[in-house]
């Protein structure tokens, strides 16, 4: 069974950081690619960043968090990340990582606020 763990999640000023971890189990986790998704209160759940499962580490982002977010994983762990920077309000959101198929985990609120 395919589980997913969002973590770190929280409250922070505009212009601040956090980082969230996604705890996969239930499946070879080294040999798929991973995602992180949002959704903000009243919106469609949207693409933020991707990462193959490949040893070059491919990645992908969403144009509204490039050169803030860092999209990494941990084949060790079994742990992805998201490295999130320079947050701003609209960022404010439930962050979901995605696995295999359509996998989700229940999400991590981030809010961002003065």
Do not use: H
């Amino acid at each position: 069974q395919v589980q997913l763990v969002e973590s770190g999640g929280g409250l922070v000023q505009p212009g601040g950081s956090l980082r969230l971890s996604c705890a996969a189990s239930g499946f070879t986790f080294s040999s798929y690619a991973m995602s992180w998704y949002r959704q903000a209160p009243g919106k469609e759940r949207e693409f933020v960043a991707y990462i193959t499962s490949g040893s070059g580490g491919g990645r992908n982002y969403a144009d509204s968090v490039k050169s803030r977010f860092t999209i990494s994983k941990d084949n060790i762990k079994n742990t992805m990340f998201l490295q999130m920077d320079s947050l701003r309000p609209d960022d404010t959101a439930v962050y979901y990582c995605r696995g295999p198929g359509r996998n989700w985990g229940q999400g991590t609120q981030v809010t961002v606020s003065s």
